[in-house]
């Protein structure tokens, strides 16, 4: 019999005793209802696709070798000390307790904080004007002001420093020729103090073009139609600069502010290579970059040198973390 007369007799059963009337419980008997049968599919293996380490693969091992492996180096150098009768010795975090206490270390800290606070809003404002210059679609040759102002960057920072030292030589070089020129004696710019200040110039000088092209880049990304939106309101040029630009580049202005966070407290190059020509002015733990090289390579105290470099790579990235969470907080406010 098929499975389809089977259903069609038990249907016919069902509709004859509800004819009937009801029945005694004992009466009906199950009749069982032959179903399909379902079989699940086997799974399937998924097989792992390695195709994409293949690409991240060699930035990782380059990333470990060149970052991670002296990163590690440094911290277990950091926590040793070499000493005259018992050689390399584990000594724990003394070296960072040291450095904690240690009033050179402190003092060029505070000297690369006012840096921070005076040079880095200078040159983001000048940064920031060129860039605004440049978006007015006012000026004529865009491009070769642009290329202009950007020039310094691609200068080597030791040739820049070099350049600007010879310039700042009140014996030699522009200042002493303007002395001679006008009869005059010009404050020396590597005296003790304006050797700070003269660095500030050159560090404006080299990176005010980096950040005019990232805040110029930002600007062309601004949608047309709120620049169209401002002219039918009748806004004025001040009033679409607060209100459209500036807003719209913020997070370039948090990049660029974090960005010369980090290299104010990597300041190395020039009070090192500017040492030379003012080794009264700038002493040998003038940044803390600075203090930890002369440690390391002048008093061969590499582990006490370590303790410097990682204690002031936390500095750096607590204040740069900071910078950026107060201008994700504004923007978040805004």
Known sequence: MSKKSSVQEVGARAHIALAQGPVEPSTVTSVHVPTARTTAPPRRRVRRDWAGWWFVGPFMLVFALVFLAPLFYAIYLSLFRETLMGGNSFVGVENYAQALTDPKFWEAMGRVAIFLLVQV??????????????DSARLRWVPFYR????????????VAVMIWGYMYGSQFGLVADLNHFFGVELPSPLATNLILVSIGNIVTWEFVGYNMLIFFSALKSVPQELYEAAEIDGAGTFRTIFSIKLPSIRGALVIATVFS?????QLFNEPSILQTLA???IPSYYT?????????FAGSQFNYAAAIAIISGVITMVVAYLVQLGGEKKGAGA
């Open 147 to 158: 290329l202009s102002i950007f020039l310094p960057y691609a200068v080597p920072g030791v």
């Open 121 to 134: 809003p200078i040159m983001l404002l000048l940064a920031l004007f060129a860039a605004l210059a440049l």
């Open 261 to 265: 966070v980090i290299g104010s407290f």
């Open 279 to 281: 080794p009264n002015s």
């Open 288 to 296: 803390p970059n600075l203090y930890a090289f002369n440690l390391s």
